[in-house]
């Protein structure tokens, strides 16, 4: 087959995006297939990697980080010399064209949804009841546009399983996978530091991701004077106000991590890892944490909630309530805990994910759906 994936990515803090489709792209190349990247930048560029060919569109920045595709039919002409089997997008809203140029030459199309709009609305701008017909539209017609789409957890598929069902389109559920090469626990559980709780964050410093509430936590832990230190790995907009917020609280603002093996190692030595974004579709962190072998405590609704049982980890929806989550998780045999999680991590290896995306796009190649449009 001949995969063309299409993203648009947050510059060097890319995170969760770019990990998957880096995984799935070199998933795709190993397992015999072509795969092209297109991304937005700076300029015009190609290159090679193990993930495939990377064809990089000129693009204009959009605010701090984000550059934004705004001429799709430069992307077309890509397209139209890879004659790709398959195109595999990573956007809802600036790559719909792709989509009605895959109809048009019975090439198969698959959006890959990473995020919930009405959640996405709501952690950027604080509001969604007056957005809500907006997103309703725009759901229909991706739905509508796309022969499949592919959700990563039961909370993002709820935002557009009826709408799809309305007009035929199939919703497939494939989780993401982890790294467990890469994230795996210490050797020996290391004893704590004078008996300091050692809590770790780790995730771009932006609303979505909900960095605030984990550092609530750590201020409320502090409060009941718990012996308590949260680092916070990651980088964004809106680390002022969460240095602000922290106060006096032992929380140390380590900035992004660029070497995956040095976070890992970073996650492996701490205790609890807080990843509390109630709007993850997924969570790619909390697995990070998890294959580390630390506990993870969570938001009580979301994506990353499917992936945290009671063996590897707890959840709450507040700073107080997320408290009393670490505290339980902190008071349980170490060894156990670490244990569940490494086992919890390990049920969600990329191959998996990789085996079921390729049937997705074989099934397309071979016979692309026909729907109304």
Known sequence: MR?????????????????????????????????LLVVPGPTDARWSTSSGEVVQVRAPRVGEHYR???????????????????????????LLPVARWARRRDVASVLFSHERMGDMLASRTG??????AS?????????????????????????????????????????LGV????????????????????????????????????????????????????????????????EELAGDAPVV????????????ARLAGTDVALSVSPHETFGLAVLEALAAGTPVVTADRGGARELVDASCGGWGHDAATLADAVLGVADRPRVETRTAARQRAEQFPWATTVRRMLAIHRRGADRPLVRAG
């Open 127 to 132: 509001r969604v009841a007056g957005s809500l």
């Open 135 to 175: 997103i309703a539209l725009l759901n229909r017609l991706l739905v509508r546009t796309f022969d499949r789409v592919v959700v990563t957890s039961e909370y993002a598929r709820s935002e557009l399983a009826g709408v799809a069902a309305s007009v035929g389109c199939p919703v497939d559920q494939v989780p």
């Open 253 to 264: 603002f380590r900035g992004h991590v660029a070497d995956r093996r040095e976070l890992g």
């Open 179 to 242: 790294d467990l090469d890469t994230f795996r626990p210490m050797a020996s559980v290391e004893p704590r530091d004078r008996g300091v709780l050692r809590l770790v964050h780790a995730g771009r410093l932006s609303r979505e991701k909900s960095p605030a509430l984990a550092v609530a936590t750590a201020v409320e832990l502090h409060r009941r004077g718990v012996a308590v230190r949260l680092d916070v790995f990651g980088s964004g907009p809106h680390r002022d106000e969460l």
């Open 68 to 94: 934004l595709i705004v001429e799709p039919w430069r992307v077309l002409d890509v397209l139209e010399d890879f004659a790709p089997t398959s195109v595999e997008v990573h956007d809802k809203t600036t």
């Open 3 to 35: 995969i063309a994936q299409l993203a648009n990515f947050v510059g060097p803090t890319s995170g969760g995006m770019k990990t998957a489709v880096d995984a799935l792209g070199s998933g795709y190349v190993a397992d015999g297939h072509e795969v």
